[in-house]
């Protein structure tokens, strides 16, 4: 692909990704979004972290050593950071770090 055409496609996915991320701010700055949306935006987010716990623990075998201890102890430990700080990148980063140095 020439160097133009990869040039006009990156502009062209750069301004639909603008424009879908302002739609919001522009069709509810006058007025306050519906219910249904003030609803997902209060409980997706928790979700969506619930299912990527499951998710990531979908393949550890907890009858097996080590036992799934460093996965379970890089949760507790997110979780506790979380509500210490009510910092996501503290405890995720953290998380990480001693899932890392477990295993």
């Given at each position: ?9 990156t ?20 007025r ?10 209060d ?18 075998k907890f ?35 001693i899932?890392?140095?477990l295993?």
């Open positions: 692909m020439p160097l133009s055409q990869l040039l006009l496609s502009l062209v996915m750069a301004l639909a990704i603008l424009l879908t991320r302002a739609f919001p701010f522009v069709l509810f700055s006058k306050e979004p519906p219910k249904i949306l003030q609803f997902a935006a409980y997706l987010p928790p979700l969506v972290m619930v299912v990527l716990v499951v998710y990531c623990l979908d393949g550890v009858t097996v050593a080590p036992y799934a201890i460093p996965q379970l102890l890089a949760i507790v430990f997110c979780v506790l950071t979380y509500l210490w700080k009510h910092n996501a990148m503290i405890s995720i980063f953290g998380g990480l770090i899932f890392m140095f295993t």
